[in-house]
């Protein structure tokens, strides 16, 4: 299946209410964009295999971003135009009754438009324009690595002795050097996070035991900037149980 798509966004104005001075209570402008698909959904080889794929292009005028001041306050304003460029792929594999196979992989080219008036009336250091750096350089766009991957494993062995199935699994996401915040802020390199697990589950859906690890290579990145960096958590480790009563 093949198809194409193209959709008329708006988010209306406002203004900053959440301002401590009435000064500052400053309006923004209404949002809108044009968003435009083409894709295709497939399955092969006898539904072992899933390919889905997406094209697309988004046209966006007056940006609304909301960021923190160096006085504490959170402002909104219109960042300029953004305009992003993509193309989207996921593939599900089923090779054995056994083996499930995943990989994601997103491109994307996010970059600010129809911001020169803004460069002309930005002064160093820059804490009024979202779009532009400290240095009133143009910014990266927040959240927006030019690229994604994602591979990933689950497994399922049934265990006849206990009536039951043990199902591994495994999956490893790579994320492009990004910013997580306006004006630059919140910096991140390549990231690398790796989440592993196996789970015992009883074949009737009585009982289960799951043992996991979430960011089990221990990476550090930011996750967000508020005035200073949030960090994500640790490698961390839980075994869970469940009894679903009633079940049978």
């Not at 996921?90 to 009754?97: K, Q």
């Not at 002064?123 to 750096?133: G, S």
């Amino acid at each position: 299946m093949v198809y194409a798509s193209a959709t008329r966004g708006f988010k209306s104005g406002g203004w900053n209410a959440r301002e401590a001075l009435a000064a500052t209570m400053e309006p923004f402008g209404p949002e809108k964009l044009w968003a435009y698909e083409l894709g295709f959904r497939a399955d092969m080889l006898d539904n072992l295999v899933r390919a889905n794929g997406t094209l697309f292009y988004t046209d966006l005028e007056d940006l609304q971003t909301t960021s923190a001041t160096p006085s504490g306050n959170f402002l909104t304003t219109n960042a300029g135009g953004l305009e992003v460029t993509g193309f989207e792929l996921e593939v599900n594999a089923v090779p054995t009754d056994w083996l499930n196979l995943f990989v994601s992989l997103g491109l994307q080219d996010a970059e600010y438009v129809d911001i020169s008036d803004q460069i002309a009336a930005c002064t160093v250091p820059n804490t009024d324009f979202a779009a532009l750096d400290g240095e009133c350089n143009v910014a990266d766009p927040k959240r927006s690595p030019d690229w994604t991957l994602t591979l990933g494993a689950f497994l399922n062995f049934p265990v006849e002795a206990l009536g039951a199935s043990l199902q591994p699994n495994l999956s490893s996401r790579f994320i492009g050097p990004n910013v997580v915040g306006t004006r630059q802020l919140g910096e991140n390199d390549t990231e690398v996070i790796v989440n592993a697990g196996v789970s015992l589950v009883d074949d009737e859906g009585v009982w289960s035991v799951t043992a996991e690890c979430n960011n089990c290579s221990d990476e550090e990145y930011v996750t967000s900037n508020l005035f200073l960096n949030y960090w994500t958590p640790p490698m961390t480790w839980q075994v869970r149980g469940r009894w679903n009563f009633g079940a049978r």
